[in-house]
T-cell receptor, first 112, second 112 residues
C-alpha cells in the first residue's frame, strides 16, 4: 500500500465549477499535512497547510480527518489558472527526520 | 528571506558518465535538506534527506549518493549514470522537522 494515495486524474471541469480532491495516508504517526501545486515542468509550490480544524484560503478549503487518515482539498469557482497537478503531502515528523512523502498527484484541467 | 539555488537547470549526460548536482540554501541555518526525483508523468520519490552536516539518510537503493559538506550545501552524485537515472531532480529545504518544504527550480537530467 502506498504511504500517500490520491484520487486518480485527470479532472476536467468547466470554469466556475467546484472540484474536490481526496487523499489518504497510511501512517497514523504522520505529523503534518499539506497541499502543493505543481505546474507542468516546474517545481512543486506550497498551496496550503492542512489542519484538523479545517482551513480556508480564498477559494480553497482544506480539511484533515486524523481518525480516518483522510485529507481533502476543495476548490470553488474554478479558474483557468487553477489548471495544474495537486499534490497531497505528509510530513512524517521528528522520528523520521521530517521526511515529506508525496502522493502521486491529481491533474486538474479547467476549461473555458 | 530564504532562497534555494539548484543548478544546472538542464543536463544531458551519456550513460556511464559521472553526475554532480548542487543545491545551496541562503538565509537560514541548519536546514533540513532533501533530494527528490520525479520520473516523467510520475510522482515525487524521496531519494535522500539530511538533518545536519554529514548526516545523510537514503530512502531507496540506487545508483546515486548524496553528501552535505557544509550546513547549507547538498550534493547529489553518481559515479556512472544509467538510462534509468533520467528524470527531474528537485532539491528542497525545511526549517524544522514538522513543517512544509520549499523547492529549488529543479534539474532536468536526460541520460543518453
Amino acid at each position: 500500500r502506498k504511504e500517500v494515495e490520491q484520487d486518480p486524474g485527470p479532472f476536467n471541469v468547466p470554469e466556475g465549477a467546484t472540484v474536490a480532491f481526496n487523499c489518504t495516508y497510511s501512517n497514523s504517526a504522520s505529523q503534518s499535512f499539506f497541499w502543493y501545486r505543481q505546474d507542468c515542468r516546474k517545481e512543486p509550490k506550497l498551496l496550503m497547510s492542512v489542519y484538523s480544524s479545517g482551513n480556508e484560503d480564498g477559494r480553497f478549503t482544506a480539511q484533515l480527518n486524523r481518525a480516518s487518515q483522510y485529507i481533502s482539498l476543495l476548490i470553488r469557482d474554478s479558474k483557468l489558472s487553477d489548471s495544474a497537478t495537486y499534490l497531497c503531502v505528509v510530513n512524517m515528523g521528528y522520528n523520521q527526520g521530517g521526511k515529506l512523502i508525496f502522493g502521486q498527484g491529481t491533474e486538474l484541467s479547467v476549461k473555458p | 528571506s530564504q532562497t534555494i539555488h539548484q543548478w544546472p537547470a538542464t543536463l544531458v549526460q551519456p550513460v556511464g558518465s559521472p553526475l554532480s548536482l548542487e543545491c545551496t540554501v541562503e538565509g537560514t541555518s541548519n536546514p533540513n535538506l532533501y533530494w527528490y526525483r520525479q520520473a516523467a508523468g510520475r510522482g515525487l520519490q524521496l531519494l535522500f534527506y539530511s538533518v545536519g552536516i554529514g548526516q545523510i539518510s537514503s530512502e531507496v537503493p540506487q545508483n546515486l549518493s548524496a553528501s552535505r559538506p557544509q550546513d547549507r550545501q547538498f550534493i547529489l552524485s553518481s559515479k556512472k549514470l544509467l538510462l534509468s537515472d533520467s528524470g527531474f531532480y528537485l532539491c528542497a529545504w525545511s526549517d524544522s522537522l514538522n513543517t512544509e518544504a520549499f523547492f529549488g527550480q529543479g534539474t532536468r537530467l536526460t541520460v543518453v
